[in-house]
């Protein structure tokens, strides 16, 4: 398994680049853009579901763990990836999707056969829990299904007269855990996969695979509402951790590498957390935590929710993980977007034509100065934000089945009230995963470059393309959107995303390994200004980082005993920022600031020579 504390950076591939002529993103077309990844400074590359899937969830439903999708490439087409990958001293990382397979896998076509089949048990099957007026069977729980909530997350099975689980939709039937066989299959299937050369696994949530065996009803979190929120007996179950050391155990720690993230949403307690990503608990090396991107949802509602949520929360949020990993020898993901989410620059800034980019360097200046593993989802680097509200998509464009779910819902909830509809439209354009899915964007040419003019492609490219690509952020000759940006040498999102990345690893004792101090002040509560300092005894550098995620200036006091020797970036800057080093300093709008300094006279190693 590999060691603790991996200074690495990861990057998440959906879909990036078609190469055979169908119109969807294949292996082929990621290798073909390995240097591209390689060049912005990525270690591991994270790739979406690839296996066999009939693709109800956009591979989420896997049919056969063991091979891959025709519409991406072969078996042949991943190890020239592996090995294509290896020559760039660069690795692969799989989406495991283990909590459920696909009801088109050959495991449950068996298991539905019929009561008696020897792998009825592989999967969760419960009798009726009693018949209404009308004669149909009442699911045994109130559970609502994760991507469709007005829905039951039980299906009934006509032949076998009984329902089974499917807690995300009904052709993604969970598995039953807690059948031996069912977990040594697992592990045959990772050990497959690690052979191969894959790095490790990204896993899917990972910490549904143990649910509570009574199987209660939910409590009702949702007025109104036939079923309800289950994740209180669904996730993070009384057997999660033994399951997770199992496999750690017969898969991850005999190999080299065996990397792993885990998906754990719906959980944030810090102890629960920690029995998972603890130097010594033997189970993942880190999770995603859903803090952040679950900050505008409204409170005990599903993911198709909005809530208003101040910049402050942001520091909340990080700060605390940041403190609770460092102090107590856990690790964190360094996340802000994936493909469930909407994009980042959308979501916590400004994603308008003048301010979209100063947005984008922020978050990539906060998420390559935290400590642990940062994500970067593709399209990040270049700043791509949602599909723009009140545009001439139709509905029918967006392909998500969360999406399509959410407003069937909505009409049939609201069918002649047009002030509903329209908010449901206004959460589809906050909130939809579609935003994260549309084509990346290479150049500007039909389809962002992603297919040939020629080929209709899976989904439709974002209609910026023309403007917020690959080609046009590595063009020297670049035109200001801005005159103060053109008279402070603008810098484009790719170029700084490069460079922060580049820092990072240069001085990681302080940023992947080094300790974190808030920097809180009580007149600028938006403001997140944080010190990281090098690990004991090593000859690094101190850094203070000061962000602005406020659309306003704000006027910052530079505590005192702080002494900044220099401001060595900006994200309104292409080279050394040119700000006060000591009492008042001003932000502008959506501005950061990386400087190294000193506290009470400690003496300050390193150097970043001027710049990023």
Known sequence: MVERGVGISSTKIFLTSSRNGDGWGDVPGMTSKLDHMKELGIDVLWVSPIFKSPQIDMGYDISDYKDIDPRYGTLEDVDRLISELKKRDMKLMMDLVVNHTSDQHDWFKESRSSRSSPKRDWYIWKPPKGFDKSGN???????????????????????????????????????????????????????????????????????????????????????????????????????????LRQINREALSKHEFGMTVGEMPFVTDEKEILKVVGAEAEELNMIFIFDLVDLDNA??????????????????????????????????????????????????????????????????????????????YEGQEIGMRNIPAASNWAISEYKDVETQNYWSKMQRLHPNDPKQLAKARHIIDRKARDHARTLMQWDASPNGGFCEESTTPWMRVNDDYETVNVASQRSPNLTASRPEEAALNRITPLAFWTR??????????????????????????????????????????????????????VIWQIPPGLNVRSWVCGTWFAEKADKPTSGKLELRAWEGLLGICEESGAVVNGDVNGRL
Request: charged share 25%.
């Open 137 to 243: 069977p009442i699911p045994p729980n109130n559970w609502s299904m994760i991507l469709g909530e007005e829905n039951s997350a039980w299906t009934y099975d006509e032949k076998t007269k009984e329902f089974f689980l499917a807690l995300f939709t009904p052709e993604q039937p969970d598995l039953n855990w807690e059948i031996p066989a069912v977990r040594d299959a697992v592990i045959d299937v990772m050990n497959f996969w690690l052979s191969k050369g894959c790095c490790g696994f990204r896993m899917d949530v990972i910490n549904h695979i143990s649910k509570h065996q009574d199987f209660p009803d939910a409590p009702v979190t949702q007025p109104g509402a036939k079923y309800q929120p289950g994740q209180k007996w669904f996730a993070n179950g009384p057997r999660l951790h033994e399951f």
């Open 299 to 376: 409170s005990g509602g599903w993911r198709m929710t909005l809530r208003d949520f101040k910049p402050r929360e942001i520091k909340q949020v990080l700060s605390r993980w940041q403190s609770i990993m460092i102090k107590d020898n856990g690790w964190n993901s360094v996340f802000a977007e994936n493909h469930d989410n909407p994009r980042s620059v959308s979501r916590y800034c400004d994603d308008s034509p003048s301010m979209r980019e100063l947005g984008t360097k922020l978050i990539a200046l906060m998420s390559t100065t935290l400590s642990g593993t940062p994500y970067i």
């Open 500 to 553: 922060a990345l580049a820092n990072r690893k240069a001085h990681k004792s302080t940023f992947v390994y080094g300790d974190f101090r808030l920097l809180d002040d009580a007149s600028n509560p938006d403001l997140f200004a944080y010190v990281r300092t090098p690990e004991p005894e090593q000859n690094d550098a101190t850094f203070i980082v000061v962000l602005n995620f406020t659309s306003t200036a």
